[in-house]
């Protein structure tokens, strides 16, 4: 049995069943971050140095550019739909729209160019 | 902003050590969100070549920057032990309260080993950044 009124029904009111996206999103990326980010310590913390040439030739090499772009993805999405409920939290009235947007703005431009960055790297376009 | 109670209603809760867990995992959640914005600098600086990347190595190996690694280090070991409890819970277990506090001081204990092992590994171990 329907509850809905045969109003609602004609003009297409309900649910979208969108109503967990944001919260299930925020525990896949979750549960994909543990192994990311464990990886990406312990390989920042195992270079030999800090130096230009190492730090190139390692975001370069083997499977490192992939998980990189992996981690870069999956955490910018991840900082995204946190950041989104804080200030949804903690900023009302015009500011709130204000911030989401750049946030949004922020998240992007941090994941496009840390991620190309890596790729032109990875297909060996740095002289 | 509107006249009425906005949620989360801050004020109406009584301190106890629990509520500290969960907004910690907020606090170090937006510290990595921080951690993010020095990642991408690093990249970029690499992307400019040796002489840029050199001196963004200098800016990033400063005190000030330092002291920020600490933070981040402590940050990650405890929204990572943090945030694997909230998805032990979000399977339905560990949720009466006896086992929620146990859970905080695991949590607490947790992170704080794991943030002195990373920090022995970051800092003692090699001088670098």
């Known amino acids: ?127 | 902003m509107p006249d009425r109670p906005l949620s989360p209603h801050l004020s109406v809760y009584r301190f106890k050590y629990t509520l500290v867990t969960s907004i910690l995992n907020r606090a170090t959640g937006l510290v990595l969100t921080a951690g993010l914005l020095v990642l991408a600098y690093w990249l970029m600086a690499l992307h400019q070549g040796p002489e840029s990347y050199a001196r963004a190595v200098g800016v990033l190996s400063s005190p000030i920057f330092k002291l920020l690694y600490v933070g981040l280090l402590f940050s990650f070991a405890y929204h990572l032990v943090a945030g694997i409890r909230h998805l032990i819970w979000d399977t339905g277990r560990g949720l009466e309260r006896s086992q929620s506090q146990k859970s905080a001081w695991a949590v607490g204990i947790i992170s704080v080993l794991l943030t002195l092992a990373l920090l022995f590994v970051t800092f003692a171990q090699r001088g670098a950044s």
Do not use: C
């Open chain 1, 1 to 127: 049995m329907s509850l809905q009124s045969p109003l609602g029904r004609v003009l297409g009111y309900g649910s979208a069943k969108e109503g967990v996206h944001h919260w299930w999103v925020q525990r896949i990326t979750a549960v994909a971050l543990i192994p990311l980010t464990i990886w990406f310590v312990v390989s920042v913390l195992a270079l030999p140095s800090f130096e230009y040439a190492t730090v190139a030739r390692w975001v370069a090499t083997g499977w490192t550019p992939l998980l990189l772009v992996l981690l870069i993805a999956v955490m910018t999405w991840h900082s995204r739909l946190g950041v989104q409920v804080v200030i949804e939290d903690y900023v009302h009235s015009g500011a709130k729209t204000l911030s989401l947007i750049l946030s949004n703005f922020a998240h992007t431009l941090v994941a496009a160019a840390a991620i190309f960055v890596v790729l032109r790297f990875a297909f060996g376009g740095a002289a």
